[in-house]
């Protein structure tokens, strides 16, 4: 039995054909895997089934997972109650990144986490993320990162979010560690001439190759998605992205954020808002100005 992982962002054939929401790859690409057989260990409860560590870790990582998916829902999708998975997520923890690169088609050395969604005529036929789970942590820390991903798929049937707001609004579901890390990472790669205009950014469908151009897109992608967010709140980013694919970017700019052209974005990174932790936010969070 084999199935397919989509590494790119866009694999073309038309609306919810095989296009995959994915995360951390270094290059496009589409490989495939023998399924791996039910583990002993392997847990599967409400919308997820986890694989690779031993049953009392893998039921703390559901219930950390169905707590993630229940956020992204709320917070991005104004979803309080969606509707249970038809398919459930898998989640792979693997135990060292000689696995973990096996098992996702070889992605950039410092990644900790992979997305993979097949999408049929009507429906999802597979949810998939792969996650490293060598540290400490009972629950792997890119865990709420990639749900992000698998959970915005939900809502952009029609083919994936634009690549920088996938991997931003991900990023913001990451411990402030690892923003405060991307953060760095894009403002020594803005030193270095290594940033983007944001009309660039925002016209990027693939990611860009090579690490260190990587680092500085997850940084400077999180960075615009950070200052909108906080300019409204993170439902009004999504009807943002959706009415950008319907009227073009700048029509929606002006409409949800009333910024007169992309090049107004070089705001989202003179002025550094405050660490958002979306991944932590409670219901009646307010995040606005
Ligand atoms: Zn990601």
């Not at 089934?49 to 703390?60: C, L, N, P, Q, S």
């Not at 950039?108 to 097949?118: F, H, L, V, W, Y």
């Not at 960075?223 to 009004?236: N, S």
Request: glycine share 8%; net charge negative; proline share 6%.
């Amino acid at each position: 039995m084999q199935r397919v992982l989509f590494l790119s962002g866009r694999t073309g054939g038309g609306p919810r054909a095989a296009a995959a929401a994915t995360a951390h790859a270094t290059r496009a690409a589409v490989v495939s895997w023998l399924a791996i057989p039910l583990a002993s260990a392997a847990v599967a409860d409400g919308n997820f089934r986890v694989v690779g560590v031993a049953a009392d870790r893998a039921a703390a990582i559901v219930t950390a997972a169905e707590e993630a998916r229940s956020t992204a829902f709320t917070t991005l999708l104004d979803q309080p109650a969606p509707a249970a998975w038809r398919v459930r997520c898998e989640v792979h923890v693997h135990h060292d990144p000689g696995a973990f690169a096996a098992a996702v088609g070889g992605p950039p050395a410092a990644a900790r986490g992979a997305t993979s969604i097949e999408f049929g005529e009507t429906d999802v036929l597979l949810r998939r993320i792969d996650v490293m789970g060598d540290g400490s942590a009972v629950v792997p820390d890119a865990l709420a990162h990639e749900i992000v991903h698998v959970v915005l798929a939900d809502h952009f049937v029609a083919g994936p979010p634009p690549r920088w707001a996938d991997e931003g609004l991900a990023v913001l579901f990451d411990a402030a560690d690892i923003q405060r890390r991307h953060d760095a990472d894009f403002r020594t790669g803005q030193d270095h001439g290594l940033a983007w205009s944001p009309r660039d950014l925002l016209m990027l469908d693939q990611l860009p190759s090579g690490t260190p151009r990587q680092r500085v897109f997850y940084g400077q992608s999180a960075a615009v998605v950070r200052w909108l967010v906080a300019r409204r709140d993170p439902a009004t980013f999504i009807r943002f992205l959706d009415d950008s694919a319907v009227r073009g970017t700048e029509a929606a700019l002006q409409a949800h954020y009333d910024l007169d052209s992309i090049a107004a974005l070089e705001q989202a990174w003179r002025e550094v808002p405050a660490f958002t932790l979306l991944g932590m936010t409670s219901p009646n969070r307010q995040s606005g100005e």
